[in-house]
Structure formats: C-alpha cells, structure tokens
C-alpha cells in the first residue's frame, strides 16, 4: 500500500516526526543539502544568465538511491525541510534531483511537536520559488565574490586565503579594532574615594572640585588627551595633597535626589542575541549555542533557531503568562500581553521568536533528567527569557547623593570645595527580574537586579570622618570583539542572517584570520594584509552599508518585487544609472581586473612600526612561514605565535632584530676548529656545528635542538659544545655489544642500544638525563616494558578545569608530544594560537574538544569492525550452505 514520502533533513528529526505521524508515512533524512556548487572553479555561466552547474554531494548518491527506491512506492511527496530560505532551496534541489511523478507538498513548521506537525501536513503549500531565488541568489552572489577576490589574495597576499561577503566585513570589523588598539595612547587620572562609617556604610566617589566636573576615562579621547576643557583632571600629586588637607575636615549633605526607577523585560531570543546571552552566561561560542539550539529544535524543545523575530505567537503568550500566574502569581503579570517589534535591519519571514515548544511550556526542572548539562543549560535561558518577557516591569528607586568637603590650604596650596557623589538603589518590586536577568559585555556594569542601598540622611546632615583612598587609574583601549559582541555588531549594521553568524565565527577562525586570546578575537598581520587589499580596491564591496544593502535587496526578491537576473547583472558586469537603482557603479568583474593591476603585493603586506635610532625604517609582514619582523633589505626576525599586533611595539620588534639570527658564530669547535652557530629554524631554535663554506660539498651541518629551558639569546659556547656531544655513550650493553647512546629526538630524551633505525629505545624523564644517565639506569629502565617511541611514563595533568558539559566528565591539560592539549578523557584537543595554559578555562576546553568531536567524530574499532564482517561472513556461509542444500532437495524430489 502507498503512503506519503516526507523528507526532512536530519535523522533526528525524521525520528521525532515520525512520533507524530505514525504508520501511515514514511520520513526519511536528507542529511543536509544534497547538491551544491563545486568546490572548485566558478561554475556559473555569467553571460547566460548566470546558470549554476550544480553537482550532487559525492557522500549523498547513496542517500539520493535510498530517497528515489522509497518515492517509487510513495503516494505523495511531503518536503519538511527547514521553513526559512535556505530549506526553501534544499526543498527544491531535493525535487530537482529526485525528479518525483507524484504530487510535491512543501511542509513547514516553526516547532516539532504533534499539534505542529499535524497542522502542517494539513496545510501543505508549494514550493516558493521567489524565496528559492533569493536563496540562490546569495549563494551566486557568494560564489562570484568568494572566487574571483579570494584568487586575488591568493596572488597578492598569499595562497589558500578566501575572501566572502558576509566574512570579509567580519574580519574587517576585528581588524579596525585592533587599529584603534595600536593607535591608542593611555592616559592616567587620578581619584578619591570615601568610606563613611554609617549604617549602612556607603561609599562616594570625588565627582567635582571647585565646582568643575573631576575627569574620568570617558573623558580621554584616543591620544591620551583631555577631549573637554570643562573638567579637572586630578593627577597622583593632587590627589595626594587632596587626601592630606581632607583629614578631619566636616562631611556635609548638599543634596539628595530621589527618582523612580522602571525596568522593563528584554525581548525573547532570536538568534543573535541567544548567540551573544550563551557566550555571557554560558560561555559558548556561537557554534556551540547553534549546535546545541538545533539539537534542542529536532528532539522537540525548542520553536526554530534561525530566526531574527522577537515576535511570539498568541499561544506562546498564553503559555508564558500562564506559568507566570502559576509560579511567580497573578502580582507577577501585566494586565495586556506583551507585544515586541524586531530590531534588526533585514527581518526575514515571520517566524516566532525562540521559544520553549508547545502549547505550554516544560520547565527546565522537568526535562531535567532528558537532557545533558550543556542542553539544559541553554534550555534554561531560553525558558527563563521567554517566560520573562511576559512578567511585569521590574520598579523601584534611585538616590543621588552630593557630599562636600572643603581641603584645607595648606603648603601653599589654596582651599579647594570638594564634592563627593554616591548612588542608592532599591528595588521595591522585582517583576521579572525574579525569573531572569540580562549579562553585559561591559564585565564592571552594574546588573539590573543590583540594590545599593544608603542611609537615612537629610539635607544639611554632617556625616562621620570617612577614611579615604587615592586610587590611580590608566584609560584602557576599545576592548576587542568577542564573539557576542561581534555578533552583536554585525546585527546591528545589517551584516548576515541569523544562519550565517555561528558559520562565520568559525570561518574567520579556520582560515588564520582571528585566533583567540581568552575570550577575545584576536586578528593575524594576515588579516590586516587582506583587509588592506579589500579597502584599498574593493572598499565598496566591504563597505556596511552595501552588505546591509545586499540584505534589504534578497528581500525583496524573496517577495516577488525584484527579479533575481538584473540585480545578478548589476552586481557582476556594473550599472550605468539607466535601471533606476542607486546611480551608476562599477561591476564587480570590472573591479577585480583592476585589482590584478593596481594591488601592489609589496605595500599592503608591509605594516610601518617606527625607525630605529638610525633612522631606518622597522616593518611587520606576514609571510608564508609565518608573520615576521623586518629593518633594511635583509634584517629579519619572526614574530612569536600568539603576539597580539597591537602589542608588536617598535621596542619589542627591536628586541625580536636583536636576537640572535645565526648568521655569525658564537665560537669554534675546539678540536675541529668548525663554526658553532645558534640559529632559529621552522622547528624552533638549535645549534649548528660547521656550515657549506667549511664541510665537504657531501656532508651536512651536525644540528641539536636547544633544550626546553634555553633561549638563543643565552646561549654559551659551552652550552653549545654540550649539546653538540650528543648523542653521548653511557656504555656497552653486555648482550648484544651495541653502545647504549642518550640522545635528544623530536619526542624528546631517550636512550638506545645502536643507533640504527627500530633500535630498541627507552624515554628519559628530563633532559638533564640526558648528560647524567649512567650504564646502572640505563639497565634499569631497558628492564621496564617497552613503550611506543616517544611514549614516555603518564604525566600528571598541568591543570584541572572542571566537568565538560557534553560528556559531564573532568576536564584537564596535559602537556603532550605537540604541545598542551585538553582531554575529558575520550577526546583530545590541542590548545591553539593565543591559548594559554595557565590562563585557559572550561568553556574554552569544552569548546575545543566539542570542535575536535565534530571534526574527527569517533571511529568504530577495528576489532568491531572484524567482528561485523565475520559475523557477515558467516551469514553469507550459512545463506549459501542452505542454498546447497536447497538445491540438492529440490533435484531429489525430482528425481
């Protein structure tokens, strides 16, 4: 009997739907996107209307073999794929390829839950191609971008770098931050604060002097100057003496100020700001909060997670305010629902805000025991906000107090009015705030729920003798983008959709644009050296506001208004002003042949930090091996791995010249009379016995690595011919006659009987063995079980970080044989740039053993794998040993 084919993306959520839908369907998993353009070459027909060369996913043919056999025995074609643009075009290309001879449904939800699912196969529509077209569109207008000016850093800058639409202006935004960082001069101030022995005991700060406003950080522009003349600035000096001539002076109250106070409810998530609340409060990268968002939507918690709308459906409101009533009471709920408009720039479909599913809502206490510690955790937010967002104003109020005091003259210094300011808060009736309360980028703003609270003073009141404190400040630059926060620019120029920010945090990473120092987006002298050549020749394709643009114009080819095909024309080959849009401007194509003239590879990979003290000119540049300093036509240096730019001082690029290069000798050998050199090469620094002008044209250099606690810079002579000695014989094994050699190799300290390849070998403790083991050592460590070369004894861990969230198992550093790594004990990671081990946490372990996990997920083992194909093979054994016998009964009964 035929039954309905539904398609939907995923497995898991093929599993949840088919809860639903019983017997009577079949759902199976698209896995994804089926079909895409190839990775390689630009495969659109530009002058044929741009028509794309799609090629099928070489992993799917199996996928697309099982979908077809199905929709032979299929009735109906139901595609589930996603309700936003992107599962519009998968939905498509699915009916492209499978090509169906049955009627073809589209079918979309914003939740998996029954009631859903059932009222979407009852209102099943067509596919919509104006919403098709916008899709492809952006992916045309990606390929066009990405190809052409990702060959030109190829050329310029150099290979295997990608420019894109949307990632480009991302790095640029981190890269424009770190110019604000370099170009940044601090300032240092000066201010008093006083603790009154009241009660309750409060603190003021000195806010005037003399009447003229006391200057604080804000009031610093970038070049460390004052930027008002209406302020004082009180310098170290100042607040000295201040403090001085204040002792046992009289504290009077000048004024009191008293304010209501109102807080509002923030709106329910959508994807941005659920991206930005789980890095502040979970500390997740975007990745992880999409993975573990989508997670949470197929096994049915959660309404859809791609979403740029705050706007809740009336039985969401209904369900909220329900369980407001219901937990917090009827005090607790405002009187009309609340409604929220959406923010953003470029809001798409109207879809729902992100939501708990259902009709009403689950609190996390109950699905406690479904869910892992990281899913919980994200569910909670995302109860607690939306559950928020229907509770009553959180009110209150604040008290503004002055204080003066007047410094005595003193040392000839004049009487100066002193004016102390403090601030009160008291919230009278917490509303919302019992159910959730909003984090800031900003780690020193005060949270919505703090309550400071002063005492009972009156006007003209003389307060006790505080005790005072001078306190020194230095102005801080920008703090750089973490990922929140870039998200959270993004979305308020325009930037990107909802699905694209969690995939471009991660792009900008993997393709060495940002590392991460902490929590915070570092960018490379790469990135600088890209973003150089985009601003320079593509600065129109860079800009905001044409990304923004970019967004407002699929817009309207998603709603029928504009045709996909002159706006693909305009972008590619350039408008002259006749087609009505924003005047006339170059092509892109047009733009890109420029480029391959005008970039001069030399200027934009060369960054100016300053002349030495013989005026010649020090520069940062990023090379194939890495980024390096350099001072004249040859005077090198690299750049330490993880040197933010803007710590790269011409001080410490000077530094980094001054280090040794090699290129002269520390000494000669004293019995051969060779050159020795320190020198610094891909694998780290090293020493270097003779060189091409002193060794036979046929032998090579004698090299040893440094030890781990030696710098090039310190390196003796004698240290040198140390290290030169190995590998050192520490004797004669007695059974085979072989010299048992210490020697240093690429794992580390071992011994060896020979030295031929597969010797057999034993791992030292330390280096320093390496000079002191003896022939009684050696034997005892030959008497222990072999290990793998290089395997040394377990080490204990470097530091222990605490549970990770996915596998709820303890999370430690270990220092291994590439360097340190986090293990939960079933996945490793390897720390990267910018990671530190003494200053690494647990959100930043679990996000790089949760990127490891998705990378390189766990393979079956090989005795599993033989197990299945004996078990296989005996099956096929068995079938043909019944096919014999079979065969024989049959010929009997004939005969």
């Known amino acids: ?108 939800f914003h939740e998996i839950t029954r009631g859903a699912i059932e009222h979407a196969v009852e209102n099943a529509r067509d596919i919509d191609y104006h919403r098709v077209d916008a899709q492809e569109t952006r992916r045309i207008v990606d390929r066009l971008y990405g190809y052409p000016v990702s060959q030109i850093m190829w050329r310029k800058v150099n290979r295997g770098l990608s420019a894109g639409r949307v990632q480009s202006p991302a790095v640029r935004l981190v890269v424009e931050r770190e110019r604000e960082r370099i170009a940044f001069v601090a300032a240092d101030y000066w201010d008093l604060t006083a603790a009154f022995p009241t009660d309750p005991a409060f603190t003021a700060r000195l806010v005037a002097l003399d009447g003229k406003r006391v200057a604080t950080g804000r009031d610093f522009g970038q070049d460390g100057r004052v930027t008002r003349d209406d302020v004082a600035v009180v310098d170290e000096p100042t607040a000295t003496s201040l403090r001085t001539r204040l002792d046992e002076q009289r504290y009077t109250v000048r004024s009191i100020d008293e304010k209501p106070w109102r807080s509002r409810p923030k709106p329910p998530f959508m994807t941005s700001t659920l991206q930005q609340e789980g890095g502040r409060k979970l500390r997740m990268s975007a990745n992880q909060v999409m993975r573990i968002a989508q997670g949470l939507y197929e096994k049915g918690y959660i309404t859809y997670m791609r979403t740029d709308s705050t706007t809740l459906s009336q039985t969401a409101i209904d369900a909220a305010r329900s369980q407001v009533r219901e937990l917090y009471g009827a005090d607790y709920v405002p009187a009309e629902p609340r409604q929220y408009a959406g923010k953003s720039k470029n809001a798409q479909e109207a879809h729902e805000a992100i939501r708990p599913a259902g009709e009403t809502f689950r609190t996390p206490d109950q699905v406690k025991g479904e869910l892992r510690k990281d899913e919980l955790g994200l569910y909670d937010l995302i109860w607690k906000r939306t559950v928020a967002s229907q509770m009553e104003d959180a009110v209150g109020r604040t008290i503004s107090m002055r204080i003066v005091a007047e410094a005595r003259a003193d040392d000839g210094q004049p009487a100066n009015e002193c004016t102390f300011g403090a601030s009160g808060r008291v919230i009278t009736f917490p509303g919302y705030l019992k159910a959730y309360v909003e984090d800031s980028d900003d780690d020193d703003a005060e949270r919505d729920d703090a309550e400071s609270v002063l005492p009972a003073v009156t006007e003209g009141d003389a307060l006790p003798t505080p005790a005072l404190t001078a306190d020194g400040h230095t102005t801080s630059p920008p703090a750089r983008f973490t990922e929140a926060s870039l998200v959270k620019r993004m979305e308020e120029l325009g930037i990107g959709r909802p699905s694209t920010y969690a995939s471009i945090m991660t792009t900008i990473q993997d393709r060495g644009y940002v590392f991460k120092k902490g929590n915070a987006l570092v960018p490379t002298w790469t990135a600088f050296a890209v973003v150089n050549v985009l601003e320079r020749q593509f600065g129109e394709y860079v800009d905001y506001e044409f990304t923004a643009k970019m967004e407002d114009d699929l817009d309207l080819i998603a709603v029928g208004q504009e045709d996909r095909v002159p706006y693909l024309k305009r972008f590619w080959f350039g408008d002259d002003g006749s087609s009505g849009g924003p005047g006339a401007r170059k092509g892109l194509s047009v733009v890109v042949d420029e480029a391959l003239e005008k970039v001069d590879a030399a200027e934009v990979n060369t960054f100016p930090l300053g002349m030495d003290e013989n005026g010649e000119m020090v520069v940062a540049k990023p090379g194939r091996y890495g980024p390096y300093v350099k001072r004249g036509d040859d005077d090198t240096a690299s750049i330490p791995e993880g040197l933010p730019p803007d710590e790269l001082t011409l001080d410490k690029a000077l530094e980094l010249l001054a280090a040794p290069k090699g290129d002269e000798p520390i000494g000669e050998h004293p019995e051969s009379g060779l050159p020795v050199y320190v020198k610094t090469g891909r694998y780290g620094p090293y020493v270097q016995l003779g060189d091409q002008d002193t060794l036979p044209p046929d032998e090579k250099p004698k090299m040893e690595s440094l030890l781990k606690d030696m710098k090039p810079e310190e390196v003796t002579l004698d240290d040198a011919l140390r290290l030169l000695s190995l590998p050192r014989v520490v004797g004669t094994d007695e059974e085979t006659g072989l010299p048992v050699l210490a020697r240093n190799g690429r794992y580390g300290p071992y011994i060896s009987k020979g030295d031929e390849k597969g010797a057999d070998a034993r791992s030292l403790e330390s280096e320093d063995e390496l000079f002191t083991v003896d022939m009684a050592r050696a034997k005892a460590l030959f008497a222990e079980p072999k290990r793998r070369r290089g395997q040394a004894a377990p080490k204990p861990p470097l530091r222990e970080l605490g549970d990770d969230p996915v596998s709820e198992k303890p999370v430690v550093v270990k220092d291994g044989r590439f360097g340190p790594y986090v293990t939960d004990g079933e996945t490793n990671a390897s720390l990267r740039k910018g990671d530190l081990v003494e200053e690494i946490t647990i959100e930043r372990a679990a996000e790089l053993l949760q990127i490891r996990r998705e990378t390189n997920p766990p393979k079956k083992k090989a005795g599993a794998r033989k197990k299945a194909t004996k078990k296989k093979a005996t099956k096929k054994k068995t079938a043909a040993k019944k096919s014999v016998a079979k065969k024989k009964a049959t010929k009997k009964a004939s005969e």
């Open 1 to 108: 009997m035929s039954k309905p084919l539904v398609i939907v993306e995923s497995p898991a959520k093929a599993k949840k739907i088919s809860e639903f839908l019983g017997g009577d369907y079949v759902v199976e998993a698209s896995v994804g996107h089926i079909r895409d353009l190839p990775s390689k070459g630009l495969s659109i027909d530009v002058d044929s209307d741009f028509k794309t060369e799609y090629e099928v996913n070489p992993n799917k043919k199996d996928v697309i073999k099982r979908l077809k056999a199905l929709l032979k025995d299929a009735d109906e074609l139901y595609l589930a794929t996603d309700e936003d643009r992107e599962g519009e075009a998968i939905a498509w290309h699915l009916q492209e390829v499978l090509k169906p001879k049955v009627p073809v449904r589209r079918m979309v």
